[in-house]
């Protein structure tokens, strides 16, 4: 045991010439050897106890030094990041500085014997800014175009200093617009005249003063004129939106006329005679004559898109439909930000709404159609849209049931409830009452000429209409009752060139068995507007009654092509196919129509006939059975009964 100690020993950490010495040492030294070791021994623990420390302590040292690194690196990223902040702040400051537009109404100049009265220059100021607010206001409301604001100047007064300057933040606010945007400021003053009267001057920015004079009762019209004053000269345009909806019409026109034959920029001459190409077809009722204004727009400034709308709403009552589904398409084409700031936002959105409502319709997507916003319909008339778009799908019941909803908002205008009820009514082949519809339908476009409310149209304009819109409705309806004299009499009324009363007279030659006559007026309607569906379709019926049945699928096919989304080609092509005894194939065409009218009572008739042919029973069963649960025409009723018979 005692070498085996000295052998750990000797394997201490110790001095090296000590552990020799033990090593060799005699019996006498070992015992003075060993202590020595001990020693060693100990003197390492204490060394490698310091060291554990030394180095502990020296651990969380850099282990605070990387931390302080971390918050000193911390702390200059959050610097960094609040120096970006403020300057994003100050960037957007700037940017809000340069955009800031419109007017600004500063306190006016008040003699203190009207303050006394309560009439301080704050309280002009104020009937000003109210006055000025309304009229934009009232133009918006017909406007695509945003009119610039207009505020009171002390709206800012936050009475925040900014130290050691002495100025307050709504000075300091106003001067960067004032350097940077394009505010205006509007100044003047109230005082008597030496006649006891009063003036009210007004000077917008640097332009000259103009005043007003009076009788001292008579403040709040010269209020109003010096609004409408400041008005016309920061939006002239929509000012003269302004005079047309307070039923100034005449005056409306007459100022447009002034603004687009004496503009200079071709870009805002181009605007003017746009407007002035709305203003001649609203006031004067002239629409080739407006037609050609808002065509003459576009040659001044081809990118003045709203000349396209313009030219559209003409094309539209001229019955040239090809040219108002073409100035749809071109704007459609366009985006947001091919228009002036004014033009974007809501103006933007009404405008692609009525282009969106003219090629769906146009298209014969009459499903996309009754979703399409009405944006300057009221909501009873948005309704009423619908309720046509309804019908014109084959679903009467909704149809019926958006009218009942319209009713019972009470603002419905006659025109468009009876033009609604006249879609209805062929819905369910109730041709007396879509007849008498019809004719209730042109007698109240007939009375917007009448009256002196500003909304009303002249007479020019309204006989336009109630030819290309009501009349063709009524023809039809008078030659389904079997009154062709009537329906002739009636369609000959209406223009040679309007694409729907060249359809017309087409569909009631079919009615009357006319087939070449048929076919020539058809094939006119098709030359006038290649790309609609409706021509081609009605075409197709005409031809598959003459049992022309290749003929007809090739019209049908046509049709097809020009609106895929069409219900009614898709269903004669689907008769067409029954007729060559090809039930087989009929049925994919009821099938495609059903994803686009899939309430229409005989499309479910003549599917459930061609599947009971085809020997699929049950799935005939099936659309029999929702055939009868849909709203359908008495002739529709006795074909349902008939196909029940035979599953008995």
Known sequence: MAEDDEIVSSRATGDAAAVGIAMSADAAMAEPARAYLHEQTELAKLQKQNLLEQNAFELSHLRWRRFNDQMKGAIQIMLVLVGLLILAALAATVWNASQADGIVVEAFSVPPGFAADGLSGDVVADDLTNKIADIRDAASGNSFARSKDVRNARDEDIKVEIPETGISFAQAWRYLKAWLGHERPLRGNLRKT?????????????????????????????????????????????????????????????????????????????????????????????????????????????????????????????????????????????????????????????????????????????????????FYCTSADELLQRAEFDARNHDPVESNADIARALALGNASATALTRARVFEDEAV?????????????????????????????????????????????????????????????????????????????????????????????????????????????????????????????????????????????????????????????????????????????????KWGEALMYADRKDDAKKQIALAAQLDLSAADQAKLRTLEKKFR
Request: hydrophobic share 45%; aromatic share 10%.
């Open 429 to 605: 082949a109730n041709w007396g009452a879509a007849a008498a519809d019809a004719k209730a339908y042109g007698d109240a476009i007939l009375a917007t000429a009448v009256g002196p409310h500003h909304g009303l149209y002249p007479v020019l304009y309204a006989k336009l209409k109630n030819s290309t819109f009501a009349t063709l409705l009524r023809a039809y309806a008078l030659a389904r009752t079997g009154d062709f004299a009537a329906a002739e009499s009636a369609i000959n009324a209406t223009p040679q060139d309007c694409y729907a009363c060249m359809r017309t007279r087409g569909m009631i030659a079919g009615l009357e068995r006319k087939w070449s006559a048929a076919a020539a007026r058809f094939e006119t309607a098709v030359r006038e507007a290649p790309s609609l569906p409706f021509a081609y379709a009605n075409w197709g019926e005409m031809l598959m009654h003459k049992g022309d049945l290749e003929d007809a699928i090739a019209k049908f096919t046509e049709a097809n092509a020009k609106g895929a989304h069409f219900a009614d080609p898709l269903e004669m092509w689907g008769e067409a196919l029954m007729q060559k005894n090809r039930s087989d194939l009929a049925q994919a065409k009821f099938e495609e129509a059903n994803k686009y009218a899939p309430s229409w009572g005989w499309l479910h008739l």
């Open 194 to 374: 030496a006649d006891g009267r009063i003036a009210l001057t007004v000077a917008l920015a640097s332009d000259s003063a103009v005043a007003f004079a009076g009788s001292a009762s008579d403040l709040d019209r010269l209020e109003q004129q010096a609004a409408e004053h400041v008005f016309a000269g920061v939006d002239p345009s929509n000012y003269v939106l302004y005079l047309d909806a307070m039923g100034r019409e005449q005056e409306a026109y007459n100022t447009i006329s002034q603004l687009a034959q004496s503009a200079t920029d071709p870009i805002a001459r181009s605007g003017f005679t746009s407007l002035w190409a709305a203003m001649t077809r609203g006031v004067l009722g002239d629409i080739p004559l407006s037609l050609a204004r808002a065509r003459y727009s576009l040659v001044l400034f081809p990118r003045m898109q709203v000349s396209h709308r313009e030219i559209m709403a003409d094309a539209q009552l001229l019955g040239h439909d090809e040219e108002a589904l073409a100035e749809a398409q071109t704007l459609l084409g366009t985006n947001e930000r091919d228009y002036p700031p004014s033009f974007q936002g809501q103006g933007f959105a009404s405008l692609m709404g009525s282009v969106t409502l003219e090629a769906d319709a146009a298209a014969g997507d009459f499903q996309r159609a009754r979703n399409d916003r009405c």
